[in-house]
């Protein structure tokens, strides 16, 4: 679950980064920005140009595919202490999306066709740019305050966009999948083991109700706090 994601990482990427660390942290959040303002341009590209959310996949599929799953390097750099952030949460939010992506978009041919595949590539898109492109700054310390405030509000837009985009896939994937049995075990088998992929889609989509709203309202808390503080620092200098 990802519309928007929560700001679980520190405002610094190490107490005492290396510089190695920093070019590097640098250059991966400045080629996610670079991706993901391209998949932005395809997908307005797309509507521009009159075409359907039929034909919208395979224009963004590859593209998704890259960047998408380059986030994997997120956990990575939080498991050996080069970002300081919360280990579970980062595997949560990278893998929840990878699901989507991987598990639902890529595994059915359903779930491309669905309505939630624009709104969910929107939120997403303009998601990462911002998220990205604050991480990027942030390590060169020259991040406006403009991109903070657009950092802790367009979340609220755009993470219920995302969130209803991706439940509208996921019911359109389930639907594909219950009627085909994919990735599914049934008994009797070697292994005496059962799995429905089927009734895990629909508990993964469940578990949006819990999720949801602590994580959106962890958003405005994190909002509160920094765009606060910001505001005051920043009207304090104009003065």
Not at 65 to 72: C, E, G, P, T
Not at 79 to 103: D, H, P
Not at 128 to 136: N, P
Not at 196 to 213: A, D, G, N, T, V
């Amino acid at each position: 679950m990802s519309g928007s994601k929560s700001d679980s990482r520190s405002s610094k990427a190490s107490s005492k980064p290396s510089v190695i660390s920093n070019v590097y942290l640098f250059t991966y959040n400045f080629v996610q920005v670079l991706g993901w303002s391209y998949l932005l341009y395809q997908l307005v590209q797309h509507y521009v140009s009159g075409k359907s959310t039929e034909s919208l996949w395979p224009t963004v599929k590859l593209t998704v595919l890259i960047f998408q799953n380059a986030a994997v390097l997120e956990i990575v750099n939080v498991a050996v202490g080069i970002v300081k952030s919360n280990l579970m949460l980062t595997v949560f939010q990278v893998y929840s999306r990878v699901m989507v992506v991987c598990g639902i978009l890529v595994a059915t041919p359903t779930a491309p066709l669905s309505q939630g595949l624009p709104l969910a590539l929107l939120a997403w898109s303009v998601t990462e740019i911002i998220r990205y492109l604050y991480y990027a700054l942030n390590i060169i310390n020259l991040v406006p305050y403009l991109l903070v405030w657009c950092r802790y509000t367009f979340f609220i837009a755009l993470y219920p966009i995302g969130v209803t985009g991706e439940l509208l896939c996921m019911y359109a994937a389930q639907k594909f999948v219950a009627e085909t049995q994919m990735w599914s075990v049934s008994l009797p088998n070697k292994l005496n083991f059962t799995f429905s992929y089927h009734y895990f889609i629909l508990y993964i989509m469940l578990m949006y109700i819990p999720l949801f709203p602590q994580l959106y309202m962890h958003m405005f808390g994190q909002r509160k706090k920094i765009i606060g503080g910001s505001s005051e620092s920043s009207k304090s200098k104009n003065s």
